[in-house]
């Protein structure tokens, strides 16, 4: 039924076919590997065996010497940095620290940190030339875990790093450099008062392991240097436009003689933000001057790109006997990799953000370590902290006797509820997605047998709104072709063009969506922090708004009318007298009116309100071996208004098997040398079909005043909640609390024999 | 006669030191620029903390009420309006 919180609409809500299905289901879609150029070269990298060392020289003398091989490259090739620091629209680059991921300079930092890299004839010539590059190092200790990265004796990763905070006083400039990059403290009411009114208090320790976000389709591009100085770039990125700005800024040229090209995306979940190969691949079509394309093996993806961090917590909640909550503390410390940037900021913001908590102290801190540079992974640290708070709640549940469910709707966040690092709530659905799952059917059936155990669990991530632009023309036969110049990663192309339909009133089919490249589409920051629905929608509803503008005014013309006397509705102009003509009647007379009809819309000033979800998994324990069943999976998200509900399905369903891969089986596995052993899909174990049963969802939908149709994004919620909702399953199964990720069979089983 | 409150800023907890341990502060501006200056009028050595080069220093966000500022310095304040200093966040 409709409401004024839920008005009907004609398109949205709506399941049309997607309209770039047809490619993707024939093959015919273009991927980065997919391009091929005339001339083409194929290009390799060099990447460190050691996890920590100096270098100390490169002689490419021999790989140069190999018949086919066109083109060597160092970082001595890539501009100086100096210590710039450079916004890229999703956060800011240390441009030092960014020239030298690419490829590094004085010191490798992880094994896989990428070195040389040669363009050859062909792709085994290439991998050839490799072999003959001769690299001495000085060995250094590697350090890989984040407390003893901490430690004051701890080997030193970057000599320029000095702890910075949030309005912290800048470093003296003889202070000694740290691993820990960043500290952050977020304080809201008396914290000691506050535990000394509860009357249980549980604190735990959690370590996560560093989990990668498992794409199928590794990073890519091809780019060509043109005699002209222009560069041109093709590659799976997830942004474009970000992509465009760190290949300029890390080849120091004008960021207008750079274009990039976006092909479809196999896959990114915030590991296709920051680029690597596209300044080597620039570089090594510069010096043989054709172009040269690079695409990365699995290994090296796990390597050497950017996962998300591994974790230490210690986390303390207070309540009352009558299930108020009145206390909670957390000290965090997330592995950054080899430099600074890991989300420990937002961990710090969402650790306690599903409650309504009168007491809270927060503090995190990035710290490097030997491993790669981490990157975002969906709703970033907002994972880690859910496993902490949502088994530290289902805990106290227990031990006051109190419904897992009932707790979390009286202490849930709410609009009006001041979050502990300090901002208030708009509306939010908290409240709504704990409720669905306590009346979902899943709930409410009883689960039986041996070894079984059910648990729930909720997770925030705030949704990020950016800046996004699109452009709309008006075809003669009603149709429009929209461009806009975000990446489609999960069905965004649909829900835009869905939301230009809805505002002209025609049909989803009606609207034919591209994403252009840098030099065609109007600037949009990245597909992530589930913006892109949300933020390039509001530009496409905009330049439906501008279209309609120009209609009226068309019509005015053809009815010798005041504009003042017409009005686009229900898709058509309708003026005086009963007057109307359809979208498509107007579409038509388009030549005969002054020519062509084009929208234009941004979208930059809006911001996004948080949203919401719990979970509600069911597991059945194998006391043996360790293993974990999924029986039984339901997922209720707060999504705003589903623009398109198969996609905003399909996002809660994947990020819920993320959200379980993480949970059961995902790990980098280091050895004492700082050696992943498992860099390969065989060995690092994603869910497979085989694992994981149908992922019931519900869609609750709370719309975002902020958005016009009421739009959230919902791409990154569902992975939060699954690795707490299945610890807290697996107590009630076998009565062991988890307090590491992952839980796997090994770990699980040792914690199983532990209690007999 | 109504009063008209100006906007209030809360202040990170290691800027704390500069304030005498205040964590809100009521300084007038019509912008997130005017209430840096003030700010700093008030509390010297804030500005440096917040600002590199007349913007927010990197990785850090300003929100004016319950959103966050998309204009940085430019973001227009209000009466009554409260205004955060956070970590900038990205996303997946």
Redesign the interface.
Known sequence: MATAENPKYKVIGTRPVRHDGADKVTGRAKYGADIKLSGMLYAATLRSPHAHAKIKSIDTSKAEALPGVRAIVTSADLPAQGDR???LG???ANMRHLTANVLAREKVLYKGHAIAAVAADNIHIAEEAIKLIEVVYELLPPVMDVRKAMAADAPILNDDIRTA??????AAKDSKPTNIAKH????KGDIAAGFAKADVIVEREFDTAMVH?GYIEPHNATALWNTDGKITVWMSTQGSFSARQQTAELLKVPISSVKVIPTEIGG????K?SVYFPPVAALLSKKSGRPVKLVMSRASVFEATGPTPGSHMKVKLGATKDGQLVAGEAWIAFEAGAYTGS?I??A??CVFACYDLPNGRVEGFDVCVNKPRTN?????GSTHVAFATETLVDEICEKIGMDAADFRIKNAAKEGVRRV??????RIGMVETVEAIKNSDHYKTPLEGKYRGRGIASGF???????SSASATVNPDGTVSLLEGSTDIGGSRVGIAMQLAETLGITAEEVIPTVGDTDSAGYCD?T????VTFATGIAAIEAAKDIQRQLVERAAMIWEVDVAQISYRDGGVHGPDGKFLSFKEMAGKLHATGGAVIGRGTS????Q?GAFGTHCVDVEVDPELGKVQILRYTAAQDCGTAIHPSYVEGQIQGGAVQGIGWALNEEYWYDERGEMRNATYLDYRIPTCYDVPMIDTIIVEVPDP?HPYGVR?V??VPICPPPAAIANAIYAAVGVRMHDLPMSPPRLSAEILKKK | MATINMPRVFIPPPMRPLTAGEEVVEVAGANIAQVIENLEQRFPGMKERLCQDDALRPGLSVAVGDSVATLGMLQRTGPDVEIHFLPAIGGG
Do not use: H
């Open positions: 620091i450079v916004e999703e956060g800011a905070s949030v309005g912290s006083a800048p952050f403290l977020f304080e976000q990114g979940f915030g590991g933000i989300p900021g937002p710090c913001m975002a992974y969906r709703a970033p690092d300090g901002p208030v709530y708009a991530w705030f949704n990020c709104g950016l800046k990245v992530g922090g589930s913006r930059s000033a809006a911001t309100g902020q994004g791409g990154e």
